[in-house]
């Protein structure tokens, strides 16, 4: 089994920035990718990004150039750092890890934008 534990969301005004934090525990292989998806009220879930273990990330159209994703392989953990939030940006944000075909979701944060 594998546990996800999220920190970081909050209530922010347009333009500025938060970080969000993903810690992975349990039984996790040497080849998994994390990610973070968000779901805003009345949308389905929907990627944001997504890193590999190999250190490769992909970005929604959405968030490129204001969203970074990192990770760090010994504590498990992985980051998304926003910048340049927008009120669409508003949703709950999930942590996501694959690995052999099965995924795994935190609890979910929630990120407010708004002035």
């Known amino acids: 089994q594998v546990q996800l534990v999220e920190s970081g969301g909050g209530l922010v005004q347009p333009g500025e920035s938060l970080r969000l934090s993903c810690a992975a525990s349990g039984s996790i292989f040497t080849r998994y990718t994390m990610g973070w998806y968000r779901q805003a009220p009345g949308k389905l879930r929907e990627l944001v990004g997504v890193?590999?273990?190999?250190?490769?990330?992909g970005y929604a159209d959405s968030v490129k150039g204001r969203f970074t994703i990192s990770s760090d392989k010994e504590k498990k953990t992985v980051t998304l750092q926003m910048e340049s939030l927008k009120s669409e940006d508003t949703a709950v944000y999930y942590c996501n890890l694959l690995q052999s075909g099965y995924n795994y979701w935190g609890q979910g944060t929630q990120v407010t934008v708004s002035s």
């Open positions: 890193i590999g273990s190999g250190g490769s990330t």
